[in-house]
């Protein structure tokens, strides 16, 4: 099981930020282009507990592939969780918090995830994929910045 953790600043209020992020349909704009991110299904709506989304991404060589995630627990608007039910991780845990700090929303990420194939799976992690879903955390960061200001 691998896990990624980030923290972000942003000099918004706390229902500012809970605003964009409880809206599936914003994910498209801090996913990098180049992942082919699109939406198929299940975005229509503000996010709540059991929402399924189901996405296209391209995450290797261009290949695209189905991606269907669940909303698995919200708490407005401090905190909400998204689980894989299906696509290319066979363990995705992304665990978002929001807490109103001094001037703005402090915004922590716990990820765990997991790839398939064993030693083989851990081997690819090591020589791709871990720097790929850093730069995905960054691409983020980098967007909400240009978007709200703030600093990590």
């Known amino acids: 099981m691998h896990q990624l953790k980030t923290s972000q600043f942003l000099p918004i209020p706390l229902e500012e930020a809970w605003e964009f992020f409880s ?6 704009k801090i996913t990098p282009p180049d992942m082919g991110f699109i939406i198929q299904s299940g975005a229509d709506q503000k996010m709540y507990a059991g929402q399924v989304i189901r996405y296209t991404v391209k995450p290797l060589l ?3 592939m189905n991606w269907v995630t669940e909303i698995a ?5 401090n905190h909400f969780v998204d689980t894989q039910l299906y696509g290319p ?13 001094d001037g703005g929303t402090q915004m922590n990420d716990i990820l765990h995830y997991q790839l398939p194939l064993g030693p ?3 081997f690819v992690h090591w020589l791709f994929v871990r720097n790929r879903v850093k730069e995905i ?3 983020r960061e980098n967007v909400l910045k240009k978007m709200f200001g703030g600093t990590q």
């Open 73 to 77: 627990h919200v708490q407005t608007p």
């Open 23 to 28: 809206d599936p349909g914003n994910l498209a």
């Open 137 to 139: 955390f960054e691409y």
């Open 89 to 101: 991780y066979v363990h995705w845990h992304h665990q978002h918090f929001f807490k109103s700090v």
């Open 62 to 64: 261009g290949i695209p």
């Open 120 to 122: 083989l799976g851990d």
